[in-house]
């Protein structure tokens, strides 16, 4: 094995793989440095798993919503092929492939634990216990993830809680699960586990899916609801003990008292920097700050991308933040790049990470989000004009008989262009890329105006906003 590679990258997950990736697709040498699967939370305990456990229920709704279609279903959802639909989706946790794939691609792979021990250094304890040491050239890149926040609730160890990626990856679904933490992924696990049978409650220290508008976070609430789970806002539990047939008792505030076979805690993340000998480059976790090309703290050789970046934790994100500093420190190493701050919407600025992320929220009925809220938006000092209306079309009518959908749109008032977009409704995941396109290609009002949706499908919302802003 080769000691000395020009890029290093530490985690191996889809943020890690891609900066690795770009950098040898530029010309550079690049090894990562990965002590679990090669791939990542996403493809084994967050994204795929979560979505191949949420989709058949929603295929499934979906169909009896469709007069014709609602008189053919007559079963319920099989619990065992959704399992194994997820096993699949989830490789059946084996990265062969993914091992395959960075053979491929020119990347060597080091199994093992890595951390920093001087500029451009790092120290690996690998798989079988041994060490080593290895040397970049040009650059270290931090892609080491996120890991899940417990809160500090007494007795919440003693009641050994699942994290997202028991819950992802679960043989057996729990008569009854409580869950703490209503963000996205609160939202979307209680949701595939009501579906598979379980008598789900949610508590939410505040309201639920709190970043995304009233209207969208109502239709969201009341699909859970239809699927009977209980929603809980402005409630955290208390403390946390097992009962005498070991099952999980929350107390909540006001004395009230939650039993559940299983409590699953979805409380956040945060950034994975511990254990990598970053004090001793004057950085103390939780305060990693890195500049648009993904360069740290003015560090000239130390990249971070993805969960642990500090950014959105997002999987499309952290690729996005990776391919942008993978071709970064490529320029760098021929010179084509110097050590200031890029410009915005160059090849090498993450600009769009904070003007146009887009986030879907893969619960029955969606929400789909990108660019900037109206909170922001004033904030930033954009003189900006919301404009709302119900998804009321006749694409909708098509696709359900029911359906019902809400959208916004803010306007910059200034520039006539989309700064933000939130859809809710089922499948408007689907309608977000033309608002992202419509954020980060600044297009004018006047021009989008041209874009006709066909009909009938769902898009014809963007006409009959443009209508309703007064074009
Ligand atoms: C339940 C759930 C569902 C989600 N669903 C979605 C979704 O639908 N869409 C979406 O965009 N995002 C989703 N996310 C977020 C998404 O999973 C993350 O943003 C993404 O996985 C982060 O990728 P990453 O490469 O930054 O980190 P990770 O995938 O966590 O990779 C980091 C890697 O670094 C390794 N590592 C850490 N420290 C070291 C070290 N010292 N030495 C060697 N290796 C190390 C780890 O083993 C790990 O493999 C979801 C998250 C959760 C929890
Ligand atoms: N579809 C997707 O893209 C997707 C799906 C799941 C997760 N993710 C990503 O993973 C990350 C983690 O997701 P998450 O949902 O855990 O985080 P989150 O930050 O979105 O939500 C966590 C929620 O837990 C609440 N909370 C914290 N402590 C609590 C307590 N003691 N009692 C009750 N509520 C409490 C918070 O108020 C917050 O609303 C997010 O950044 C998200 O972007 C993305």
């Known amino acids: 094995m080769d000691t000395e590679y020009d890029v290093i990258v530490i985690g191996g997950g889809a943020a890690g793989e891609n900066a690795a990736d770009r950098a040898v697709k530029g010309g550079l040498t690049a090894a990562i440095v990965e002590r679990s699967l090669l791939g990542g939370a996403c493809s084994y305990w967050a994204c795929e798993p979560s979505k191949a456990l949420l989709r058949p229920g929603t295929a499934l ?20 092929a959704v399992l194994a639909h997820r096993d699949e989706a989830s490789s059946n946790w084996d990265d062969s492939s993914q091992v395959e794939w960075a053979e491929g691609a020119g990347i060597a792979l080091i199994r093992g634990t890595a951390r920093l021990t001087g500029a451009k250094r790092l120290w690996v304890t690998g798989d079988d216990g041994d060490h080593f040491a290895l040397t970049a050239r040009h650059a270290v890149v931090l892609a080491t993830g996120s890991v899940p926040s417990l809160p500090k609730i007494p007795g919440l160890a003693g009641i050994h809680p699942w994290t997202t990626p028991d819950a992802t990856s679960a043989q057996e679904v729990p008569e009854s699960l409580a869950v703490i933490g209503a963000g ?19 508590l939410a220290r505040g309201t639920f899916l709190s970043a995304f508008p009233e209207d969208a976070r109502r239709l969201v609430a009341e699909g859970l609801r239809a699927d009977g789970v209980e929603i809980l806002e402005g409630v955290s539990p208390e403390r946390a003990d097992l009962t005498d047939d070991g099952a999980a008792r929350l107390t909540l505030p006001g004395g009230r008292e939650l039993v559940a076979e299983r409590v699953l805690v979805a409380a956040g993340r945060r950034a994975a ?34 969960d642990c970046s500090g950014g959105p934790k997002l999987t499309h994100q952290g690729k996005y933040q990776a391919r942008i500093t993978g071709d970064a420190i490529v320029a760098r190493a021929r010179g084509e790049l110097g050590g200031a701050a890029p410009a915005p919407w160059s090849r090498w600025a993450r600009t769009a990470d904070v003007l146009a992320v887009p986030h879907v929220v893969f619960t029955d009925p969606e ?34 008989e029911d359906y019902e959908g809400w959208a916004q749109f803010l306007v910059d008032e200034d520039t006539r262009t989309l700064v933000g977009a939130c859809f809710a409704g089922p499948d408007v995941a689907e309608l977000l890329h033309a608002a992202t396109i419509a954020i980060a290609g600044e297009v004018p009002l006047e021009r989008l105006w041209h874009a006709t949706p066909a009909f009938p499908t769902v898009s014809e919302v963007w006409l009959r906003f443009l209508e309703a802003y007064g074009l």
């Open 184 to 202: 996205v992924a609160g939202a979307e696990l209680a949701q595939a586990f009501a579906r598979l049978g379980s008598k789900v409650t949610v």
């Open 367 to 400: 929400v789909a989000s990108v660019g900037l809220t109206e909170e922001d938006a004033w904030e930033a000092g954009i003189r900006v004009r919301p404009v709302e209306l119900p998804i009321s079309v006749a694409g909708a009518w098509q696709h359900a």
């Open 61 to 80: 709704s979906a169909a009896r919503r469709v007069p014709g279609a609602r008189e053919a279903v007559t079963g319920s959802l099989d619990l065992r």
């Open 273 to 306: 920097l511990d254990g990598l000998g970053l004090p001793a480059f004057g950085i103390e976790p939780p305060s990693l700050k890195v500049d648009e090309s993904g360069r740290v703290q003015g560090l000239s050789w130390l990249y971070a991308v993805g």
